[in-house]
């Protein structure tokens, strides 16, 4: 069975100054990693995704992930933090099978401070 | 091209009813996935659908059923509503099989509450 935990559930940044949310994840098989965000009533954005080709992923809106084995995360950062990055993220996992559901953590709500 | 929409965005229902949720994928996807969103539980897969065949089905009671029709659009039917069932419910739509792995495109939810 596939986990994710994100560590903090809320996340608050001054702008302009780096955002870090934390995933950690528990696979038995090679995973499959994702960053959503869900914009206040809206649905989740996928904004980056590890398939098991470079470890450092680049998403949208000026975001990215490394993929570290060895301590089994997949942290999303982003160097500036703007107003509009206020939000929800969620982390979640799965397998290269395609037929293991996305598991989500519960999510990090990112609050940016002016 | 037009996303993903999901009908009705808020529903309110009492205890004991059943109610049906529609969904309709983005224009040529053939996947469709459900999620229950509620602050406690974060998100939880419900169930995907290809082709009108259920592919995966999460864990929750018998009492949450789904189906697609040969348009790719999905309803979600829950019977006998209780309290706890109230949550956000989010339509996931992807164009290839194997949804999990491939990028899915959401729709804003429907709101229900039960009361």
């Known amino acids: 069975a596939q986990s994710v935990t994100q560590l903090g559930s809320h996340v608050s940044v001054s702008e302009g100054a780096l955002v870090l949310l934390r995933c950690n994840y528990s696979?038995?098989?090679?995973?499959?990693l994702f960053w959503y965000v869900q914009y206040p009533n809206q649905g989740l954005q996928l904004l980056l995704k590890y398939t098991s080709a470079a470890t450092l992923v680049k998403g949208i809106n000026g975001f990215e992930a490394e993929f570290k084995k060895s301590e089994t995360s997949f942290h999303l950062t982003k160097p500036s933090a703007h107003m509009s990055d206020a939000a929800e993220y969620f982390c979640?996992?799965?397998?290269?099978?395609?037929?293991?559901?996305?598991?989500f953590g519960k999510g990090t709500r990112l609050s940016v401070i002016a | 091209k037009a996303g993903v929409t999901q009908t009705p965005r808020y529903l309110i229902k009492t205890r004991g009813q059943q109610v049906t949720l529609s969904c309709s994928p983005i224009?040529?996807?053939?996947?469709v996935s459900w999620y229950q969103q509620t602050p406690g539980q974060g998100l939880q897969f419900l169930f995907e659908y290809f082709s009108e065949t259920q592919r995966n089905k999460g864990n929750f009671p018998g009492r949450f059923s789904g189906r697609q029709f040969s348009n790719s659009r999905s309803e979600m039917n829950v019977s006998t509503l209780e309290l706890g069932d109230s949550a956000l419910y989010l339509c996931?739509?992807?164009?290839?099989?194997?949804?999990?792995?491939?990028?899915?495109?959401f729709g804003p939810g429907t709101r229900l509450t039960v009361l």
């Open positions: 979640a996992v799965t397998t290269n099978s395609g037929n293991t559901p996305l598991v």
């Open positions: 224009s040529g996807h053939r996947s």
């Open positions: 696979s038995s098989v090679p995973p499959y």
């Open positions: 996931a739509s992807s164009s290839e099989q194997g949804a999990s792995y491939n990028e899915q495109f």
